[in-house]
């Protein structure tokens, strides 16, 4: 991809993000296939001279190969659907597309190239391709980091109209308004019962405007290009059958919310059934080989930090050693697996006697909920201050991963007093290991509501794997980084 080429790409992508959402979404899959040529041209340049460059002759047929790998990535990329507008920014499918190209392009050059008879250099082959999919995966990353950045000032989003209850409209329009990054942005609400006493003012600073059989009428009105259909009894299959029809004329797309909280794709399938597409949920998994694989996985990655971390292990200890006197350590009961009580291990960070100060300090609690949070809290150490701005006191943590109390992901490890109040569906946070991260640390931290903290640890609880815990290690560190919502 030339310089000029690429340049004339991304202003007129900055242009688009002004316009309607059609624009900009066009916009992005050109850049991101000039994106793809580019990164393909790049990869066969570099294994065509890491493998041929010392030898004295041209093979021609590497160098047309290198030269053709700018037509065959983009076009396995499409047929992977890997420019799909609906995974443009959010999800993992956008990456996961892009491997499974790098795989079918490798699978189609062994099978043609047993089939014709040829002879390809498997030196060749190893560094192109496998280096194809690593840098479009750098560069699609740094796309959507692009992205999120428009959308934080508004700009790149789809208007939303939802439909369904004041509760669960609400519900919506909160949760992405503060998670920007879904690009999608509630205008209107159309409520599914008329007589709700928010039907004709606002839910949550959105609009409530008609019932269900006003939606088109108020998907025109405000020029919205997306249909969010919740969970609403009132919401038949021949109603929503007729709303599609009607969204249809329009080309605005239909998003129909199941009645399910907080359960991820893998975990679902659609079975057609006598004409029904029913849903088929599976049961998270809580034992089995895939949990042996996480201790495994903990314990390495635990005992390879701690070693990499000793001499940060001891400047830090001698640190709070100097300030005070007191003790490096802070040793603190939670509650763990099933209920089970441990010793959880930090740098202290706090006056020695905080715990005693703590019921002083009751009514400048900041957090709602079960949880006790002061953005200033007077017992904070300087040292301690800096610690926990950088994330630096959880780092004893790995002993009790070693140990087995707790895991690299998993919910916020809980004070017992914390753990007493528990109502029935937060218990179920005990099911599994608590972590030194997770979705808690990688959505605000300090900054979220009890509420909101307990939806992700039973969001992360329901829909455990491997992968998500791989992204929850990624993303901990640009959240430690940032400094978002540590004190």
Not at 82 to 92: C, E, H, K, N, T
Not at 227 to 245: F, I, K, Q, T
Not at 284 to 306: H, L, Q, S, Y
Request: a positive charge.
């Amino acid at each position: 991809m030339s310089g000029r080429t690429a340049v004339g790409a991304r202003r007129r992508w900055t242009e688009a993000v002004e316009a309607d959402s059609a624009s900009w979404t066009s916009a992005y899959v050109r850049i991101a296939v000039l994106a793809d040529c580019g990164c393909a041209l790049a990869a066969g340049l570099v294994a065509f001279t890491i493998r041929f460059g010392s030898q004295g002759h041209t093979p021609s047929t590497y160098l047309a190969l290198s030269l053709s790998l700018p037509l065959l990535w983009p076009l396995t990329v499409a047929l992977s659907g890997g420019y799909d507008s609906r995974f443009i920014g959010v999800g993992p499918d956008e990456f996961r597309k892009i491997v499974n190209a790098g795989m079918w392009l490798i699978a189609a050059l062994a099978v043609l190239s047993y089939a014709a008879r040829a002879d390809i250099a498997r030196g060749y082959v190893v560094i192109a391709l496998p280096c194809i999919t690593l840098l479009d995966l750098f560069v699609r990353y740094a796309l959507r980091k692009r992205l999120h950045r428009f959308r934080r000032r508004g700009k790149c989003v789809r208007r939303a109209v939802a439909v369904g209850h004041a509760s669960v409209v609400a519900d919506l329009a909160v949760e992405l308004r503060r998670e920007t990054h879904h690009g999608l942005l509630v205008v209107a609400a159309c409520l599914a019962d008329p007589a709700d006493p928010a039907a004709g003012s606002e839910i949550a600073g959105v609009p409530a405007i008609g019932g269900l059989d006003d939606v088109a009428g108020v998907v025109q009105r405000f020029q919205a290009d997306t249909v969010a259909v919740l969970a609403c009894p009132e919401m038949s299959g021949v109603r929503l059958r007729d709303l599609a029809w009607e969204l249809e004329k329009t080309d605005t797309d239909l998003c129909v919310a199941p009645a399910l909280l907080d359960v991820a794709g893998p975990r679902t399938t659609i079975r057609p059934v006598a004409g029904l597409p029913l849903l088929h949920v599976d049961h998270p998994e809580f034992t089995g080989a895939r949990r042996v694989i996480k201790a495994v996985f903990d314990r390495a990655v635990a005992g390879a930090a701690m070693i990499l971390a000793a001499p940060l292990f001891i400047f830090v200890a001698i640190a709070i050693k100097i300030a005070d006197g007191g003790p490096a350590l802070f040793r603190q009961t939670r509650v763990g697996k099933d209920g089970r009580t441990f010793t959880v291990y930090k740098f202290r960070t706090m006056v020695l006697d905080a715990e005693d100060r703590k019921p002083q300090l009751a009514d400048h609690n900041e957090h709602d909920g079960v949880l006790f949070k002061i953005r200033s809290d007077p017992r904070i150490t300087k040292v301690g201050r800096w610690l926990r701005r950088w994330s630096v006191d959880e780092l004893p943590q790995l002993i009790n991963v070693l140990r087995g109390d707790m895991s690299m992901v998993g919910p916020r490890p809980a004070l017992p007093d914390e753990a007493a109040r528990y109502r029935d569906h937060v218990r179920r946070r005990l099911m599994v290991k608590p972590g030194i991260t997770g979705l808690w640390q990688v959505n605000g931290r300090s900054d979220l509501s009890w509420d909101e903290s307990v939806r992700l640890d039973l969001r992360y609880v329901e829909n455990w794997s491997f992968v998500l815990d791989l992204l929850i290690l990624w993303k901990t560190l640009s959240a430690v980084l940032g400094g978002y919502g540590a004190y």
